[in-house]
Every structure is written in structure tokens, then in C-alpha cells.
């Protein structure tokens, strides 16, 4: 049951945190013995325990409130969605030990060499273009995904020019986005370039690093190929490389955090994005080997942290411990009613189980199977529909779906205390297809042991790097 209570920083301070006021304070440790009801408790810090009981605190636990999808928002979800994303090809030149649509994994269709549907592709364009209203202010991202990407250029330029073409009437403000490896890269630079697409880019590091993507064909590392196309885009295209061109590097037993922000802001001037190997809907016979790959990137961040070096402090904002920070003053601290006035005005804050977006949210995937998905994330069983001759959502259904989860999980997040913000999709969580039966445990379940320990690791970042506060607060906070 969810109710305050008092955790300690590394450096043995004292905080309350209230959960029904997102409110957390320092306090002395004089209080301490008046919320544990010692028989030498201070009588000043008695009234001040008392004070705050009288007020709300340490009140008796409550169980958090919680609303269902309906029909209405999927709808909405549909008409404003800010990204639509095509699966282009399932094919890829190369052959990367740890890829999540490789042998490791199940929970995606059977690779076969397949390219979308062109036909199927432009129905499901124009069905969300008829959707939209004209408007200048709307931006739409139209995505490029694979396998790779670039063995299917064709249908990457025709879906741009007939999205230009929607465009003339709807006059939103169009962003082209792409994942590549960019071993190909150079055939297409310049339709890139004059499209302005955004592209992220697959890079583990240094040589080393990089070691396990290698070729299809000759099992030879990709790095060369890479490196070579994109130190030609840097030369010919410098601008367009310092704005458009952004890394992603999975974290693996061959590099570090370190090795990684090492190699590429001193080659490439950018910060790249690190993402842990995936460990979901990994076949059960390769789980010791997906295990042995596995490199822990908090274990790694603190290793990097250790050497306080000037790579440390340019990339700080990219920690996971800072992204926990501004995570909880957005979503756990009373900084969360200044972008969010109007929660002021109400008694009960009701919330949707877990960190799961409603169904279209964000983005729209389609895949070479022509099935419809919330993301390319989730495992391909969950599909939400499917674009043929016609677009086939069935919004009932959805809704069925979603809260019949939602009413499963929610006695879990009843009394687990990140149920304002977990994070956690509902389609990643372990096991999730037994949710309705007694043997299901949600593994992102929070109680206060495990919470305290999140605070404890979260006020004592902040106490060491007490800028940061403002930073967040001015920066993500109140912009």
C-alpha cells in the first residue's frame, strides 16, 4: 500500500516523500525519531510530525484511482498520430549477432526476403492523410525501417513523392526519418540530403566495438564501410551531417559507455544514443548466450563516471541517472502541476495502468506482413490491424484488448508506487499473455523497499550535481 515514508541519500540525509502531494522534503534526523514514535524524540520535531499528519501525511495507505481506454481517444490517437513508420524491407546485408529479428529472437514474422507492399503502403498514407486537417502547424514524421532500409530505396522515394504530393492540401510540415546501418549510404546521399531525411545511424563504436556486425556474405566487420560513408557525407555535406545525422550503439561485452562516447563525439562531434542488448522474446535455447553478451549500461555509466573527465561532464545529460531526475520532477515532484495547472483542480487524478501509450499515440508501424502496430518495439502477435486494399482497424476490439490488460494489471499498480509513472509497456512486460492468471507477477512492480532504493539513487545524483535541478526544471520543466 502506497503511503509516506522517510529515505536516506548516500551521503545520509533525510527525505520525506508524499506521494498524495508529489511533494518530497529534507528533514532532520530528529524527525526520524518522531515518525518511528521514539521515546527521546525532540518535542519540536513531535509537533512538526504531527503538523503533517494533521495535513495529509502518513495518512492511511490509499490505493490509486484508474480510468479505462475508450472509444474517443483511439480515434483522436488515430487522426493526430505524429509518426507513421513502414517496415520497408525484412532483408539486410548484414548479419549482426545481437539483432533483434535475428536467430536469438522470436516475436517478429519470419524473415523471408520480403519488401512492403507498395500499394498497401500508399493505402495506409492516404488514409491517414484524409484524416488530418490542413494545417501549417502539424508536423508529421514518415518513417524508414528494416531490416535495412536502403535495399529498398525505391519504395522509399516513391512513398516520399506521393507524401509530397498529399502534402500540397494538408501544408503540414513533413520530417523524413530513416534507420540505417549505412553501408549504402553513399548510393543515395544526395536524394537524403535534398529530402532533409533525419537518419540514425548504427554504430557500436570503434573497430572492436563494432565487431559484431559484420557482412552477410563474408562475415567481414561492416566499421570500414561505415566510417568510409560517413566521413564522405562529413566532407561533401558538412551541415547536413552536424544536423541530420544522429548514432544509436547497442551496449554489448565489447565496448562500454566509455568506448562508445569516446569514438564517436571525438570522431563525430554528436552524442550517440546507448540501448542495452534486447532481452525479451529471446528463444529459450539462446538465453546463455544472449546473456554472455549482455553489458549492464548503468554498471558501465558508473565506471565512466568514476574518471570525472571532460567527456564525462559533456555527455552528463545523457545518463541514465539524470534521465531518472528529470523523470521524477516531472512526473513524482510537485514541479509536475507547473506544466500540468489544471491537475491542481481536481480532487482524484485517475491514470491508465502502467507507462503503455494509448493504442496510435505516437506512431502508426506498418509492416511487411501488413500488419499494424503501436511500434516497432512490440512483438508482431500484438498487431492492431492491418492495411491491405482497405485499412482494417477495429477500434471495439482494441478497446476490449487494452482493457482487459488494464483491469488484470491495475491491482498491481494499485500499490505499486511508480504507478504514476513507470514506464513500463504493457506489451514488454514478462509473461504478460498470463495476465489473468494467478501465476502472473508484473517484473516492474514497485514496492516501497525497491522505490526507496530508486530515491536513494535519485536525491543522491542530486545532491552531487545540485545544477542540475534548475537545469531540468528551466529546460524540460517549464519550456
Not at 478497446?399 to 508506487?417: A, D, G, L, W
Amino acid at each position: 500500500m502506497i503511503q509516506s515514508f522517510i529515505h536516506t541519500s548516500e551521503n545520509e540525509n533525510l527525505y520525506i516523500y508524499d506521494d498524495q502531494h508529489r511533494l518530497s522534503m529534507l528533514v532532520h534526523p530528529e524527525f526520524e525519531k518522531a515518525y518511528k514514535e521514539a521515546t527521546d524524540a525532540n518535542s519540536y520535531y513531535l509537533k512538526k510530525y504531527t503538523y503533517l499528519k494533521d495535513y495529509g501525511f502518513f495518512a492511511k495507505p490509499k490505493l490509486a484511482d484508474f480510468r479505462v481506454l475508450d472509444e474517443l481517444t483511439v480515434k483522436e490517437n488515430i487522426i493526430n498520430t505524429k509518426q507513421i513508420v513502414f517496415e520497408v524491407t525484412d532483408s539486410c546485408n548484414l548479419n549482426c549477432t545481437y539483432c533483434a529479428l535475428g536467430e536469438l529472437y522470436e516475436g517478429y514474422d519470419r524473415r523471408s526476403g520480403r519488401k512492403i507492399n507498395t500499394r498497401y503502403a500508399i493505402n495506409l498514407l492516404k488514409y491517414i492523410f484524409d484524416l488530418k486537417p490542413k494545417s501549417k502547424n502539424n508536423k508529421l514524421y514518415i518513417g524508414f525501417y528494416g531490416g535495412e532500409t536502403l535495399l529498398n530505396m525505391n519504395f522509399v522515394k516513391q512513398i516520399v513523392e506521393i507524401a509530397n504530393q498529399l502534402n500540397a492540401k494538408k501544408e503540414m510540415d513533413l520530417v523524413y526519418t530513416m534507420t540505417t546501418n549505412a553501408t549504402l549510404i553513399h548510393k543515395y546521399i544526395d536524394f537524403l540530403v535534398a529530402n532533409k531525411f533525419r537518419l540514425l545511424v548504427s554504430l557500436d563504436g570503434n573497430e572492436g566495438n563494432h565487431s559484431y556486425r559484420v557482412f552477410g556474405k563474408n562475415k567481414k566487420n561492416s566499421f570500414h564501410k561505415v566510417i568510409e560513408n560517413l566521413d564522405l557525407i562529413q566532407r561533401d555535406y558538412p551541415e547536413y551531417f552536424s544536423s541530420r545525422i544522429r548514432f544509436n550503439a547497442v551496449l554489448h561485452d565489447r565496448n562500454s559507455v566509455k568506448d562508445i562516447y569516446e569514438f564517436i563525439y571525438t570522431r563525430y562531434n554528436t552524442i550517440p544514443r546507448i540501448a542495452e542488448l534486447n532481452m525479451r522474446d529471446v528463444c529459450s535455447d539462446n538465453k546463455d548466450i544472449l546473456e554472455s553478451l549482455f553489458h549492464s549500461k548503468r554498471k558501465s555509466e558508473v565506471e565512466f563516471q568514476k574518471e570525472q573527465s571532460d567527456l564525462y561532464r559533456i555527455t552528463h545529460d545523457n545518463l541514465s541517472s539524470y534521465r531518472e531526475l528529470t523523470n521524477f520532477l516531472k512526473y513524482l515532484s510537485v514541479n509536475y502541476y507547473i506544466s500540468n495547472i489544471n491537475a491542481l483542480l481536481h480532487i482524484v487524478e485517475k491514470y491508465l495502468p502502467t507507462g503503455t501509450c494509448t493504442p496510435f499515440s505516437k506512431k502508426i508501424f506498418l509492416t511487411t506482413t501488413n500488419k499494424l502496430l503501436v511500434c516497432e518495439k512490440v512483438n508482431y502477435k500484438y498487431s492492431m490491424g492491418k492495411a491491405m486494399e482497405n485499412v482494417e482497424i477495429d477500434i471495439p476490439e482494441i478497446i476490449s484488448r487494452y482493457n482487459f490488460y488494464y483491469e488484470h494489471i491495475k491491482k498491481f499498480c494499485q500499490t505499486c508506487y511508480a504507478y504514476r509513472f513507470c514506464g513500463a509497456c504493457l506489451f514488454q512486460i514478462k509473461n504478460i499473455d498470463n495476465i489473468d492468471t494467478e501465476e502472473f507477477v508484473c517484473d516492474r512492480f514497485q514496492d516501497q523497499k525497491i522505490f526507496k532504493n530508486k530515491l536513494h539513487q535519485i536525491f543522491s545524483f542530486l545532491e552531487k550535481y545540485p545544477n542540475d535541478f534548475s537545469t531540468i526544471l528551466e529546460n524540460l520543466i517549464l519550456e
